[in-house]
């Protein structure tokens, strides 16, 4: 068997210790979950965590750098097969979207039956770090890099599908991510609620026929 390379052997922990954040913190929460738990699903120590991440914290922004690469990634792809309007609405529809790339692996894109658990992620870690300017500078960071992948995405591919935006792109990518993050929290509260319905109401009402 061919032996790892140092830097192997670094990049594999840092891989491992990032599907093992991202199986504890959805399982156990933000708040609750502790490096040692997160260290032993990987199968290595504490000093790990701190080696490669720095901490709980750092861990945590690491796995949504990642998945929100590998989202805006499928997002770009989904905008650049679409054919039509409709193919548009499809691709922002919150619901629709993680149905359609349910991807098990860690890191990656959100699946269905994660996204509620993944919201209250998101607000904890958000509530966790409002008073740490560090890594709450980083969280916004992270925002607007995904902000400006998708408003370049919406302006490129609007003109091509016929599509006008009832308000100005920059507003609308806001406007996206707020209902898309609200639906996921209510419905995570309350399985009742379609959040589908809802999306398929309003997106329509956001990206008009040119």
């Not at 192997?8 to 840092?14: A, G, L, P, V």
């Not at 979950?33 to 914290?57: L, S």
């Not at 990518?173 to 379609?194: I, K, M």
């Amino acid at each position: 068997m061919t032996r790892l390379s140092r830097a192997q052997t670094q990049e594999r922990t840092h891989a491992r210790l990032l599907a093992a954040g991202r199986a504890v913190f959805l399982r156990r929460g933000f708040l609750v979950a502790t490096v040692d738990e997160i260290a032993a699903e990987a199968g290595y120590t504490r000093g790990a965590v701190y080696k490669h991440f720095g901490g709980k914290e750092g861990l945590w922004q690491a796995i949504l750098e990642a998945t929100a690469d590998a989202h805006l990634a499928a997002l770009t792809a989904a905008f650049e097969a679409a054919t039509t309007r409709a193919d548009l609405l499809d691709a922002l529809d919150p619901a629709r979207f993680a149905r359609r790339d349910n991807t098990p692996a860690a890191p990656g894109p959100v699946d269905g039956a994660e996204a509620g658990r993944w919201a209250l992620l998101g607000a904890e870690y958000l509530a966790a770090v409002a008073g740490q300017p560090e890594h709450a500078a980083r969280l916004v960071a992270l925002q607007h890099r995904l902000d400006a992948g998708l408003a370049a995405l919406l302006a490129r591919h609007c003109p091509r599908l016929g599509v006008r935006p009832a308000v100005p792109i920059p507003a609308l990518v806001v406007a996206l991510g707020a209902v898309g993050g609200g639906l996921a929290l209510l419905a995570a509260a309350d399985p009742s609620l379609d959040a589908g319905a809802v999306a398929d109401a309003l997106l329509p009402v956001l990206l008009l026929e040119a």
